[in-house]
T-cell receptor
Framework: RKEVEQDPGPFNVPEGATVAFNCTYS??????FFWYRQDCRKEPKLLMS?????NEDGRFTAQLNRASQYISLLIRDSKLSDSATYLC???????????WGAGTKLIIKP | DTEVTQTPKHLVMGMTNKKSLKCEQH?????MYWYKQKAKKPPELMFV???????INESVPSRFSPECPNSSLLNLHLHALQPEDSALYLC?????????????FGPGTRLTVL
């Protein structure tokens, strides 16, 4: 089993729709969780950090379920500019080291 | 705008060349990282510096040599690379040690080894 698993997609979603991604992790000692977005040939950009049960920022909501060891990302009212790869990232339980999921590709269609 | 800068943006080098990648952060962060990313793969951690000292080396070949001249600067010296080392090299920084720190990335150097 991979340490962080994501559905690679692609998710093809019409503009304005709501889309949700899930990510599961295997290390129960992980304490912090992140969603990054990465555009083609660009660097990963931090989208949201999740330290407790969840976090919300505008159209984006992240939720953490420690019992089931998964994190979700919900995007409401999706925009064309939301098209990107979304990477689920989990702290390894020790300093510095992050475990990266393989990413979920999202394509928003007009 | 990113506050982590990297130079050069693109680099093409032969297998016998010596080159260096440079990274600078302006956020007062005390941890800095080098990652390597191949196409359609997530970033792979190479090195971590904490308070200017190397704290993690993920079994990276010696043809990659990191250097941290001060808390704002990070270099990656390259020598005798192989074509399979062609990738996007990303620098990141974070505020402090510990599991809660968020990492912020520079735009990367796209390296091609001929």
């Amino acid at each position: 089993r991979k340490e962080v698993e994501q559905d690679p997609g692609p998710f093809n979603v019409p503009e304005g729709a709501t889309v949700a991604f899930n990510c599961t992790y295997s290390n129960s000692a992980s304490q912090s969780f992140f969603w990054y977005r990465q555009d083609c040939r660009k660097e990963p950009k931090l989208l949201m950090s999740v330290y407790s049960s969840g976090n919300e920022d505008g159209r984006f909501t992240a939720q953490l379920n420690r019992a089931s060891q998964y994190i979700s990302l919900l995007i409401r009212d999706s925009k064309l500019s939301d098209s990107a790869t979304y990477l689920c990232v989990v702290n390894k339980g020790s300093n510095y080291q992050l475990i990266w999921g393989a990413g979920t590709k999202l394509i928003i269609k007009p | 705008d990113t506050e982590v800068t990297q130079t050069p943006k693109h680099l093409v080098m032969g297998m016998t060349n010596k080159k260096s990648l440079k990274c600078e952060q302006h956020m007062g962060h005390r941890a800095m990282y080098w990652y390597k990313q191949k196409a359609k793969k997530p970033p792979e951690l190479m090195f971590v510096y904490s308070y200017e000292k190397l704290s993690i080396n993920e079994s990276v070949p010696s043809r990659f040599s990191p250097e941290c001249p001060n808390s704002s600067l990070l270099n990656l010296h390259l020598h005798a690379l192989q074509p399979e080392d062609s990738a996007l090299y990303l620098c990141a920084s974070s505020q402090a040690s510990g599991p809660y720190n968020e990492q912020f990335f520079g735009p990367g150097t796209r390296l091609t080894v001929l």
